[in-house]
């Protein structure tokens, strides 16, 4: 753990207000200092020019670095915009890398940076803290599943770091033998999303993305669960379903009670499994049924393993695993999981 006293001591920059502020307070005391800027954007350029009135020949300004082709080559007519390999070759005149870029790209930057001539550089960059759920890859993934549910009138599903879980949990099991499967599907918006992210990785073909669900809402109740039988009556329907993910060929629809339906599905492994079922009786059924389908590093995932109205979930969960070998563990999404060995 990093004392809180380093994390907020001077040298950390929090945001690029900040960055700006204490490259001016530098450049005043250090001119002349030969800078390149990485990230040909409005900051960059806004910070140039307010620079070059207030600190006159004390700045200079060497180049501005980008990873994207612009139809600009030059910023001022004398700041050349050059790429990273031209960067690499042109290094001896700067000193000084200033990143004027508070994005996830930023890792990416840093990396390119960590490993080239740049790193002998002195670096100036914010010290951002990362948050999985802007991430790139992620964020493109989820915005288009969103866009795509709210116009279909899904505005119900899961949080997205339930989604973020599946996100990597999809893409640690794709190598694996086995379908993936969830159970508990409402609404279908996290059935969209887990479809999206494995056509988008491209998993094998063979790999099937199977859903299970009564569509009449939950079963009878146990003495530990709070949810009424009937609840969540409001999802969709199994034609809908199929409807809101015709885009994909890899998802096949089981309808019915779960005892039923798995029993009939033919499936023979699995490689993750999504459990959001609510009560004691389903999530110990599938415990005691999917387990030994599960591949050896397959994944199962109990969505609501943590939360004070679906105590039945855990209790389940609990009861079945503590003799087993496999830990039950707490994901980012505070959801459980366990890795099958």
Known sequence: MIPEDILKADHCIHDLDELTLKLHNFLTNNPGKPIAFWGYTYQTKKLILDFKKMLGSKFLPTYIIDNFLHNENCFLDHIPV?????????????????VMVDSPSLFTILEQISESALSKKELWTIHRDTNPLTEVEFRSLCKKAQSFLVQQGVVWYTTEENWYSCYQFLKEVAPLEGHVAE??????????????????????QKKKLLLFDSFSGLPDKNSVDYFEKGSFRSGIGPEQLKHLLSEFNQVEIFEGAFKDTLENSGIEKLSLAHIDCDQYAPTKYLCEHLYEKMVPGGIMMFQDYSLGITYGERIAVDSFFKDK????????????FIIKH
């Open 82 to 98: 050059i790429s990273f390999k031209e960067a690499q070759a042109n290094h001896e005149y700067f000193d000084l890398i200033v």
């Open 183 to 204: 159970f508990g599907v409402f609404q279908g918006g996290s059935a969209y999303f887990m479809a999206s992210v494995m056509e988008h990785i491209k998993v094998d």
């Open 325 to 336: 070998r496999e830990s039950v563990l707490f994901g980012y999404d505070k959801a459980a």
